[in-house]
Nanobody, 122 residues
Framework: VQLVESGGGLVQAGDSLRLSCAASGLTFSWYTMGWFRQAPGKERELVAAITSGGSRNYADSVKGRFTISRDNAKNTVYLQMNSLKPEDTAVYYC?????????????????WGQGTQVTVSS
């Protein structure tokens, strides 16, 4: 299984970024997909998750600003991030868990990407 993230970068506060995660080696439609982030010195936290059926869950800190979506035909999950803030700065990871329900804790996920850095300057 491979999960490959892309789309990170350095932006200014208020800007937008779209992260992508291309999955291979698994039956993508069977998996709940999640985006997590980890800032230096902090625990990895859920940003958003989406089930195969399209149910979504967001961290309170990103509700109304971030949108998770998936394209099962392309084996890809996306994270659209708008109105970015300096506190969104972190390494963002894509993850997959073989389940049809939303999973929140990072320990519940089976597979991980290598991460992509998002830096938001003030």
């Amino acid at each position: 299984v491979q999960l490959v993230e892309s789309g990170g970068g350095l932006v200014q506060a208020g800007d937008s970024l779209r992260l992508s995660c291309a999955a291979s080696g698994l039956t993508f439609s069977w998996y709940t997909m999640g985006w997590f982030r980890q800032a230096p010195g902090k625990e990895r936290e859920l940003v958003a998750a989406i089930t195969s059926g399209g149910s979504r869950n967001y961290a309170d800190s990103v509700k109304g600003r971030f949108t998770i979506s998936r394209d099962n035909a392309k084996n890809t999950v996306y994270l659209q991030m708008n109105s970015l803030k300096p506190e969104d700065t972190a390494v963002y990871y894509c993850a997959a868990v073989l389940d049809s329900t939303v999973r929140i804790h990072w320990r519940e996920y089976d597979y991980w990407g290598q991460g992509t850095q998002v830096t938001v300057s003030s």
